[in-house]
């Protein structure tokens, strides 16, 4: 084949993909087409690849080939991890995604010099600098989840001002990068200080805030690839990187109101602080109760709401909690779940464990949702949830959570509580719920808790049968 | 520069359609969203193939064989586990008589 008969096949093949991703995101709106949409993409991906081996610019294909395997034998593993690893998982594929267009940036940015306009080494310059900041920033991320680093945040004086600095440092040399390319002697400084910018922009950050983090690393991630696409010519990309960034922008912002909070405070105003003035008080009466009692009041009740929370992740308890909802069910109680959009370590993370445990999705509710049932619920159940359900958010100008969208437990006739002790949760908050006269606190493991009503349940089930 | 101009239309349409299309997702599937947006991203793959295929210096081959492990990593595994996610997501039976 001609080059240019090559070309107008890599062409048209690239825009049969960018077709495909589009519709692939399009069907991933509702779960009855999502999976044609993973289809599409799979297809799009294929086609794009498939066509750019055929560009006669490639001398060699040893390497291709070889690094096509890698990442084939580092992926399928990646792709089959259980669903409780899944937000470290996505953090570290941010990870990949970025480094690889720091490392295709810093290629090009070599082969080019000095003979780059400014244009493109503008695009060349946010690409290397998202591209590595993301990449330490994710690895972070990552290992705080895996709990390989801690997950507190870690604060000290003047952080912020530090971090700013070095971010501005880095934008000054990428701006005299952008009037002087031929200055390849400071071009490792965009890479050096945005890797360690990415390091210290994550120590700060809790746990609590990863569905924020990930979600804003995920549009950075985006943005870096569509930057690539301008420095490489290629709309495929700039489309790519383009659905990709406002995927992850629209998810930080849904995250970030769902907190009540501004991108700016989510990365610069560390949560743990308020821990020392908030955490001391004084000791109030709690109600609690043993399995038993919980199971009698769960079998009088006709509708429970169930509300998880990052607590029933960490105690593995998803599979419990869907057998409690089959003997309801069975029983004719109308259960369902209550998600809030932060539940957990990332975006849709309760709504994926709980599928995976075989709950219907069409008993997953959102916030919205769930708020309108709370007040003709029988019984709440909150495992492993706090902060969502404090009803402090509310009413309480002085707490740190206040104006925070919460979950309207309190509303539910009857609440209970599976938690392993009353200590606050991560913003350091007393829960108001668990002092109130309608709750009853279930001290115990998720996991144990929940299957010990279980058994009771089906116990008293066969006494009656 | 007009080449520099479409490609702008092209960012800022692009932009826009996914913010369209992307609002429409239900927070049921936002984990999912994530990983298939991440395999999708990780069409950076076919730029590391040229880069690494041109074979134009050293550090670029070097550079852009590991850009095409790394994005081909995200490819498989994103894939792969946006699919194993989806298929767990059922609806009840009622849903399915209606």
Known sequence: MSPQVTSVIIEVSYLCAVVLFVLSLKWLSAPSTARHGVLAGEIGMALAVAATLLYHGIVSYHWIVAALAVGCVVGIPLGLVPMTAVPQRTALSHAFGALAAAMVGTAEYYLDAPHISAFTMSALAIEVILGSLTFTASLMAAGKLQEVLPQRPITYKGQNFVNLSLLAAAVLVAVYLVLNPGATYLFPVIVAIPLLFGFLMVIPIGGADMPTVISLLNSYAGLSAAAMGFVLGSKLLIVAGALDGSSGFILSIIMSRAMNRSFTNVLFGAFGQVQESAAKVEQKPVRSATPEDAAAILEAASSVMVIPGYGMAVAQAQHRVRELYDILTRRGADVKFAIHPVAGRMPGHMNVLLAEADVPYDKLLDMDEANLEFPQVDVALVIGANDVTNPAARHDRGSPIYGMPILDVDKARTVMVIKRSLSPGFAGIDNELYYMDKTLMLFGDAKAFVGSIVRELSASGNAHA | ?98
Do not use: C, W
């Open chain 2, 1 to 98: 520069m007009s080449d520099l101009m479409s490609n702008l239309y092209v960012l800022v349409l692009a932009g826009f359609l996914g913010f369209e299309v992307i609002r429409r997702v239900s927070p049921l599937l936002h984990t999912p969203l994530m990983s298939l947006t991440n395999a999708l991203d990780a069409i950076a793959v076919v730029g590391a193939i040229v880069i690494a295929g041109e074979q134009r210096s050293t550090l670029a081959t070097v550079l852009g064989t590991l850009a095409v492990a790394a994005s081909a990593s995200n490819v498989v595994g994103g894939f792969l586990i946006t699919d194993r996610m989806l298929r767990m997501f059922r609806a009840g039976a009622k849903t399915k008589a209606s």
